[in-house]
């Protein structure tokens, strides 16, 4: 006897109400169905149903095994989902891992696109600026901005990200312009806590010429839009990622610094997933999606038509 397939049909009888009812859920025939049951009974060493010409009903310990069936079933089917036990199938639980602003200004408005072209994909999402490691946390794939990928994982680049030193027109017309990097060090500066140089910043001339200075922070902030909101209050000059700052100077709430000038900080967005080699199908469609998405950053300016 098949146990599992024999706790199926029990539950498809109960749930019908009937065994030629169950004969349409199961696909089993009437005599199949009614000796799957009875097997189980036998196996069991108790009755399951009363039986009457009329209708079938649960016995005490029949109501009590149904209810722990239904339960197994539903189990070993969250799991199948879970893990895509279909393989040719784009299915399951898929868990990522994000930056706390890159999630919600960038990531969040795309989810919906996607779960609704993959119906059978559940995102578990995680937004955390520390650094998630995805093989020992169990995240599917992240997304990390760095300079470089994980050399343990596969990393897909998604976009370049530029990093822009931008001031309030109020503040700067309180405190003045500076007019090359150097000049930070007299000004008020809000600092991303998280930034591995510190106060530490180092900038490159489109002709060449580099400067280094040491900024005088006032306040550091570990969120990144904490410190444009800061910045757009006047509180301070910041230097933050394109994707935080570049509608806010569109909309002449922020004005960028330091034309011709870079940071050192050269920035991608990548993906990062395991392995090129039976990657899940869910993955393969979070990846290729995002590559589509990100082919021109949504937070770049589109060219006029």
Excluded at 86 to 106: H, K, T
Excluded at 150 to 168: G, K, Q, T
Excluded at 200 to 227: I, K, L, M, P
Aim: charged share 20%.
């Amino acid at each position: 006897m098949d146990k599992l397939q024999a706790m199926e049909t029990f539950v498809a009888v109960v749930e019908s109400g009937s065994f030629v009812a169950a004969v349409d859920v199961t696909g089993l025939s009437k005599p199949a169905v009614s000796r799957q049951v009875s097997e189980l009974e036998q196996f069991l060493g108790i009755r399951l149903l009363h039986r009457t010409t009329r209708r079938l009903s649960l016995t005490d310990e029949g109501r009590v095994y149904f209810t722990r069936c239904k339960e197994l079933l539903e189990s070993i089917q969250d799991v199948e989902s879970e893990v895509g036990l279909n393989s040719d199938q784009a299915c399951g639980r898929l868990r990522i891992g994000a930056p706390q602003d890159f999630g919600v200004e960038q990531l969040a408005p795309l989810w919906g696109r996607f779960t609704e072209s993959n119906p059978l994909i559940t995102l578990n999402i995680t937004l955390s600026d520390r650094t998630i490691d995805l093989l020992e946390e169990g995240f599917d794939m992240v997304i990390r901005i760095s300079a470089l990928g994980d050399s343990r994982m596969v990393a897909r680049p998604l976009a370049p990200v530029r990093m822009i030193a931008c001031a309030s027109p109020g503040f700067l017309q309180r405190h003045g312009t500076p007019q090359t990097p150097a000049e930070l060090r007299d000004f008020p500066f809000i600092s991303y806590s998280y930034r591995n140089g510190g106060d530490e910043w180092h900038f490159r001339h489109e002709h060449g010429d580099t400067c280094q200075v040491r900024v005088r922070s006032t306040v550091y902030v570990n969120n990144g839009a904490t410190c444009r909101a800061m910045a757009v209050a006047g509180q301070g000059i910041a230097i933050q990622p394109d994707f935080i700052v570049n509608a806010a100077i569109r909309s002449g709430e922020l004005v960028e610094l330091f034309e011709g000038w870079s940071t050192g900080e050269q920035l991608v967005v990548h993906t990062l997933y395991p392995t090129r080699t039976h990657l899940p199908p869910k993955v393969q469609r979070m990846r290729d999606f995002l590559v589509e998405q990100f082919k021109v950053p949504p937070w770049c300016p589109r060219p006029a038509a």
